[in-house]
């Protein structure tokens, strides 16, 4: 630390000689361990700091491997990102082997497989005076460091890029995955980051910026959004009442526009005249759902929710998943009082509202349910491991479940329904249709204390080559109808064709 290296070091690299001391500080792990005091110079720079190496004692120009991310996407959010461990955060770690100024997987699947990514350390040993300094350049003793292995995604980068394009001007997310697998084939939560900032070190600014971001692009929507559903939970109410006999698919209500209860007035989005289950679904009717919660009751429809993976975690792997509220008996004595709620409660819960709340991830799961007739698979994003060691490669398995006792009868008129809601003229979901895709879909529109309602569009395709469904979600994005849903037909449209 001579003050004229400083002076020399500060020349070449233009960065005040206050700076550089401080980032000494800042990094400096122990006696033996070199600080580092300027990250990421170029080549100009290190070339002149070799050049002068005999007349900057104690400094030397160390290389070290970044995370290098593609370019054509932008999935922060996805992919998480790497960086040296925070001084506040080492209690973590230092029971796991590491040390402070190690690099270290933050959030996504850098967070989630950082075990599997990682390598294990090399060393190198040198002799040293008793000022700590070599005696000589020569190592005496060198262990190689040993890569971490590799991990192949189910990310499809084209599709990705294609969603991100597709949700860049909205707040809201973007899921697509095969139903019988559970592979995610594109997962976007929009704003999203991009990883390499993160990689080559962020100035306080520059993170002042991104955490002060009215949009909030750390927060991945996919996966840690909570929403009321709104329309999309009609399913789980028209399951429930064929299965515990409330209704038929003949059942009719009257649709007046309006439902009046306790002195209350409960609206649909239009005056739908009579309708039968199909024609409900199709059209969305708010009052045929009211009628048929007072008949089923809190606790078979909540059931039922349950049933169909509500309330719980997909088991993604991904950090930081939230379950939602799957609203019950139980719930509501908890949150209200016993006997101090009411069945209007139950006419915002059955059209997804009041305190219903869904992740889109978990609304992908149930459309996988919806798609399959009951089989819920797990949702991921690792295909396979190729280890370094021996160069082999493993294919996890994930758990699959079933819900086995709901009739092929009921299922049948949920897929009539969902049919007719995306490939009839007069279906909420038409604009999502994609013809030849043999497309069932269900759109759901929000309402939102903070502005305009949320939408929502849940969808898959029933070709046997083509098993993949798909959710978009979008904050203030008005009716299911108006955004979401032609952005899920363009995303099932894209990846069908690309496929091919």
């Not at 995370?67 to 932008?74: A, F, G, H, T, V």
């Amino acid at each position: 630390q001579h003050p004229n290296t400083w002076e020399k070091l500060s020349n070449i690299t233009n960065v005040p000689i206050e700076q550089l001391q401080k980032s000494m500080k800042r990094n400096q792990y122990g006696s033996y361990r070199p600080a580092i005091v300027l990250h990421n110079i170029n080549y100009k720079i290190n070339a002149i700091i070799n050049e002068s190496i005999q007349d900057l004692p104690g400094v030397e120009v160390a290389f070290s491997p970044i995370r290098e991310y593609s370019n054509e996407i932008l999935s922060g959010n996805l992919l998480g990102y790497t960086a040296e461990i925070r001084r506040r955060d080492m209690y973590k770690f230092r029971n796991a082997g590491y040390k402070l100024g190690d690099v270290i997987g933050y959030d996504g699947i850098e967070k989630q497989y950082e075990d599997l990514l990682r390598g294990k350390r090399g060393f190198r040993y040198k002799q040293v005076n008793a000022s700590g300094k070599p005696l000589n350049d020569q190592a005496y003793e060198q262990i190689n460091p040993i890569p971490g292995n590799a991990l192949y995604l189910t990310i499809d980068q084209d599709l990705q890029a294609r969603a991100e394009s597709l949700l860049v001007d909205y707040n809201g997310a973007a899921i697509m995955m095969n139903y019988e697998n559970g592979e995610i084939v594109a997962c976007v939560s929009s704003p999203s980051y991009d990883s390499d900032i993160f990689t080559e070190g962020l100035t306080q600014t520059e993170w002042d910026s991104i955490v002060q971001d009215k949009r909030i692009p750390l927060f991945n929507r996919a996966i840690r959004g909570q929403y009321p559903p709104g329309s999309i939970y009609k399913m789980v109410t028209a399951i429930a009442g064929l299965e515990k006999g409330i209704i038929t698919p003949e059942t009719e209500f009257e649709c007046t526009g309006v439902f009046d209860m306790g002195g209350r007035s409960f609206k649909c989005s239009h005056v739908h005249g009579i309708e039968d289950l199909n024609e409900a679904i199709a059209h969305s009717c708010n009052v045929y759902f009211y009628n048929v919660i007072l008949k089923l009751g809190v606790d078979d429809w909540s059931s039922y929710a349950k049933k169909m993976k509500f309330g719980e975690l997909t088991g993604i792997d991904l950090p930081g998943e939230l379950p939602g509220i799957c609203p019950d008996r139980t719930f509501l004595d908890e949150h209200y009082g016993r006997r101090k709620w009411w069945k209007g409660m139950w006419l915002n819960m059955v059209i997804g509202q009041g305190d219903v709340l869904v992740t889109p991830l978990q609304a992908l799961r149930y459309t996988g349910i919806l798609a399959t007739h009951g089989k819920a698979v797990t949702p991921h994003l690792l295909q396979s491991i190729q280890y370094t060691a021996d160069n082999t490669i493993e294919n996890p398995s994930y758990p699959v479940s079933y819900v086995n006792d709901i009739s092929t009868s009921t299922w049948k008129e949920i897929d009539r329904g969902m049919m007719n809601a995306v490939q009839s003229s007069w279906g909420t979901g038409r604009t999502a249709n994609v013809p030849g895709l043999n497309m069932y879909g269900k759109t759901g529109t929000a309402q939102n204390p903070h502005g305009k309602p949320h939408g929502w569009f849940i969808g898959y395709s029933k070709l046997k080559d083509f098993p993949f469904a798909v959710v978009v979600f979008i904050e203030h994005g008005s009716s299911g109808a108006d955004i979401a849903a032609p952005v899920a037909g363009q995303l099932l449209k894209y990846y069908y064709y690309m496929r091919k």
